[in-house]
Nanobody, 124 residues
């Protein structure tokens, strides 16, 4: 049973930074590629960033390139999303996702396991 739990959401101001964490359990973390998606009210869930199981490759949506960084720490079975220079439009529920193997995909249907989400609100 793969379980993903997100942490780190909150209320911040434009220009602030926030780091999200996703702790994985119930599987071999090193064999899973991971990703972050987000969903704003009334909108579809969209890709934010992804990282392959070896961390050799990463991918970002254009809207967050240069501001967000995805990384993973194998000793803690955790994937992170460092978010800098946050904007109002970054407000959303952020979800962690996982899929077995070397995968770098922006399509939500690719991922087989999901966390419950953590709310990020950027407001002045």
């Amino acid at each position: 049973q793969v379980r993903l739990v997100e942490f780190g959401g909150g209320l911040v101001q434009p220009g602030d930074s926030l780091r999200l964490s996703c702790e994985a359990s119930g599987h071999t973390f090193s064999s899973y590629s991971m990703a972050w998606f987000r969903q704003a009210p009334g909108k579809e869930r969209t890709f934010v960033a992804g990282i392959t199981q070896s961390a050799e490759y990463t991918s970002y949506d254009d809207s967050v390139k240069g501001r967000f960084t995805i990384s993973r720490e194998y000793a803690k079975n955790t994937v992170y999303l460092q978010m800098n220079l946050l904007k109002l439009e970054d407000s959303a529920v952020y979800y962690c996702a996982a899929v077995d193997g070397m995968v770098l995909s922006s399509k939500s249907r690719t991922y087989t396991h999901w966390g419950q989400g953590t709310q990020v609100t950027v407001s002045s």
